[in-house]
């Protein structure tokens, strides 16, 4: 029996099992090490990035406990660590892996349709769904902002980011800095670093918007989760 616990009440919520290795679905050699949710209103459909180097898209019948893969992605040659859904087209989505390579793909014909030249710990894409950002910590010092139409680096934002989240809506990037425990708000629009949020005092090292972008989350080897109001 799979249960997930509800943080207030302590009451045991239904959990459906989609389990690659012991439970129904049984894929050897296949550790599960990203996932992400489809964003269009209403949709059981998830993905999951594998060690496998593929990526399976999962339709999912919640009601039922049980789900089928109805496609499984493959093209890059390393295990898939990170999975992000589009925002404004939900069968787009980029995976990236540890062959140094992060792929767009479209899931209703499992065709990829871009490949980036980089290995990222972090993807957000813009709310258009024509830009990506990366981040990949020590192993790229700054943040990558991609032109997906020209397969371009526009942008570099930051130093050593280990997380750079997109707002959902509006103009502004968030890059979270690990050595200057430090969050810059780097503006789209204006093309500039418009605020520098500093109260964490160890490596800042994952930041997260709300969906209605009022609020950023980030977190700290400090042990603190701080939540700003950056936008009035």
């Known amino acids: 029996m799979h249960s997930c616990w509800q943080q207030m009440t302590g009451k045991a919520l239904p959990c459906t099992a989609l389990t690659t290795g012991r439970g129904w679905m049984f894929l050897p050699g296949c550790g599960v090490c990203g996932i992400g949710w489809c964003p269009a209103a209403g949709s059981a459909q998830l993905a999951s990035g594998h060690g496998d180097s593929k990526v399976r898209v999962w339709a ?3 009601a039922g406990r049980t789900g089928a893969v109805i496609s499984a992605l493959a093209g890059h040659e390393g295990g898939v660590s990170r999975i992000a859904y589009c925002p404004s087209h939900p069968h787009t989505l980029a995976s990236s892996a540890n062959d140094d390579t992060t792929r767009v793909w479209d899931t209703r014909s499992g065709q990829c349709t871009a490949v ?7 993807l957000s894409w813009s709310p258009c769904g024509t830009q ?5 910590g020590p192993a790229e010092e700054a943040a990558l ?8 680096v526009t942008h570099r934002l930051g130093s050593h980011a280990d997380s750079a989240a997109w707002a959902p809506a509006g103009d502004l990037v968030a ?6 425990h ?7 629009r204006q093309q500039q670093v418009v605020a520098r949020l500093k109260l964490h005092t160890d490596w800042t090292l994952a930041c997260a918007w709300s969906p209605d972008a009022r609020y950023l989350a980030t977190g ?3 042990a603190e989760v701080r939540v ?3 936008v009035k």
């Open 60 to 62: 999912l019948d919640v």
């Open 228 to 230: 700003w109001a950056p």
């Open 145 to 152: 902002v991609w032109d997906l139409r020209t397969r371009a």
């Open 220 to 222: 700290s080897d400090d």
């Open 132 to 136: 990506l950002v990366s981040a990949s």
């Open 182 to 188: 430090t969050v810059q708000l780097w503006c789209t």
């Open 175 to 180: 890059v979270a800095e690990r050595y200057t």
């Open 116 to 122: 980036l030249r980089c290995c990222a710990d972090s």
